[in-house]
């Protein structure tokens, strides 16, 4: 965890946010939702709904991605922002839509099982970083 005010935005600056105070480091998914939705995997922060300002005009578009969570994107060039468990009071935020420097670092990779076959998630690093991981 690691605080300050952070900005981020997507490609074409349509949508973009603010986020107050402490985010959550890193997780990297690879589960076949997140692979679909951003065409590899999805590298996510995440802070408490209220902490996150969003600025957009009508710019943000939600997809129901399952039957308990959805999705934020930019209508106008597609970028994955956000995605919100129902009824969660935190939100996971894109990490690569942040400004940089982030302050971030990744924490965990989840869902391998799920990750595509052009790929291996490298359990070498994983170890380096000190992290608990799902891989079994
Ligand atoms: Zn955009
Ligand atoms: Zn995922």
Redesign the pocket.
Known sequence: MTSSKRHG???????TFKITGKLRNVLVCHCSQCRRSSGHLWAATAAPVEAIEIDCQN?LSWYRSSSKAKRGF??????SLFWQLDGSTSMSVAAGSLDVPTGLSTQEHIYCDDASDYYTVNADELIRMGTETVIE
Request: with cysteine.
């Open positions: 935005r997507c490609l074409c600056g349509a949508v710019t930019c209508r106008r060039c597609g970028s």
